[in-house]
Structure formats: C-alpha cells, structure tokens
C-alpha cells in the first residue's frame, strides 16, 4: 500500500471523513473509468454523450482536478445546448492531456495495483 498523501485538498478532506483506504478504491475506480468514459464521448447519441460529460465532471470535481473538471462543465454546456458544437477531436485530446495531469499523482497515491 502507497504511503504517498492524497494528492488534492479535496481527496485529503474526503480521506478525513472516509479513511485514506476508502479513498483509495475511489481514485482506483476513477483511474479505471475515465478512459472508458472518455471512449463514450466518440460515440453514442448527443444525450448519453451530455450524461458522460456531465459525469465526468462531476467525478473530476471529486478528485480535485479543476482544469479536467472545467473543461468537462463547459463541454456539458455545449452539449446541452442545441445549437452547441458536439465533441470534437480536439476536445478529447485535451480532455487526455488534463487527465493525465492529475493521474501521475493519483497513480502514485493509490501505489501499486
């Protein structure tokens, strides 16, 4: 098991109340499903695609990952909206590169699988 803090003030207050290992399970199943969510948005109907943004928001939120969480309220907008743009390649590139600045230190939080 990791010795390694929880890498945001929202995980280390959550951790507080629900214990590090608790924590730890939650980071695990974002690790796990955020790529899986992310390959959601390439696809599907404009509505599911709005309810994965929307989750994935929400979940980004969690972690305290601000810029990820952001970026996934405004795609959320925009696919509320009818007459907002629909996911396009370059925001699934950033989506990426947001995700993977925080995972580093989550991944090194949650140690070893």
Do not use: C, Q, W, Y
């Not at 007459?83 to 993977?100: K, S, W, Y």
């Amino acid at each position: 098991m990791s010795s390694v803090p929880p890498p945001t003030e929202e995980l280390a207050e959550l951790a507080s109340v629900l214990g590090e290992d608790n924590v730890r399970t939650l980071v695990r199943t974002f690790l796990r499903d955020f790529p899986v969510s992310l390959a959601e948005l390439g696809g599907g109907d404009r509505k599911n695609r709005h309810r994965v943004a929307h989750s994935m928001k929400s979940n980004s939120r969690l972690m305290g990952a601000h810029d990820l969480s952001k970026r996934m309220a405004a795609l959320e907008a925009r696919l509320d909206s009818p007459n907002g743009a629909d996911v396009n390649a370059d925001d699934l590139t950033l989506i990426t590169r947001d995700f993977e600045l925080i995972a580093g230190p989550l991944r090194d939080f949650v140690g070893p699988s």
